[in-house]
């Protein structure tokens, strides 16, 4: 079966710390995707990043960035410097396309940056 | 801007009605795909369509429908509507037709509120 899970349910940081927003997922195929979503308060949902299960590389994007580990079956997302504006909730998600199509969702971590 | 419209954007109705939900794709996006984010189920992948195609199944109840007609744009319709029918829905597109191949770009959502 296939399971993701953001442990941290919700997160406070101070503007400008660093931040690390966990993303632990469970599947037995070798082919997968994990996907890192951002839903601000106005409601919309933004993609962040994708990243296929061959592709270990760690990937920055600005003050964002992302540390896949199979070894761990962990996707992890960072935020450096953290902006009142990333303040959001944060959904990570797991799509297995082989075989029986699958798309699951973790629960969201709610971050909030004070000022 | 994502480029994904939904209409309309706020939809109450009562229990036992039909609605229909509308999205148009970005230009030149052939996949369209429905989410349903509530505060009991999280968010949830319902159903994909690529060029007028079911192309992938999610947690879709048989009480929903959907469908992409030849000019891209789909529509989900629900039925028999629960309480618990109440949510938002988003639509989202994307180019490729294997959903994890690539962004997809996520409409604004509906709101529907059954009564």
């Known amino acids: 079966a296939q399971k993701v899970t953001q442990a941290q349910t919700e997160i406070s940081v101070v503007e400008k710390e660093d931040v690390t927003l966990d993303c632990v997922y469970e599947?037995?195929?070798?082919?997968?995707?994990l996907f890192w979503y951002k839903q601000p308060p106005s409601g919309e949902l933004v993609f962040l990043i994708r990243?296929?299960?061959?592709?270990?590389q760690n990937e920055i994007s600005g003050r964002y960035s992302w540390n896949f580990q199979k070894s761990t079956s962990s996707f992890n997302f960072t935020i450096t410097a953290s902006q009142v504006v990333d303040s959001a909730v944060y959904f990570c998600?797991?799509?297995?396309?082989?075989?029986?199509?699958?798309?699951?969702f973790g629960t969201g971590t709610r971050l909030k940056v004070l000022a | 801007d994502s480029g994904v419209t939904q209409t309309p954007k706020h939809l109450i109705t009562a229990t036992g009605q039909r609605v229909t939900l509308r999205c148009s794709p970005r230009s030149g996006d052939l996949s369209v795909y429905w989410y349903q984010q509530s505060l009991d189920q999280g968010l949830q992948f319902l159903i994909q369509y690529y060029n007028g195609e079911e192309r992938a199944k999610g947690n879709i109840l048989e009480r929903f429908s959907a469908q992409q007609f030849p000019d891209l744009h789909s529509e989900l319709n629900l039925s028999s509507l629960e309480l618990g029918d109440s949510a938002l829905y988003f639509c989202a597109s994307s180019v490729a037709r294997q959903q994890g191949s690539n962004e997809q770009f996520f409409g604004p959502g509906t709101r529907l509120t059954v009564l």
């Open positions: 990243r296929n299960s061959f592709d270990e």
């Open positions: 998600a797991l799509i297995k396309t082989s075989g029986t199509y699958k798309y699951i």
């Open positions: 599947t037995r195929d070798t082919t997968y995707y």
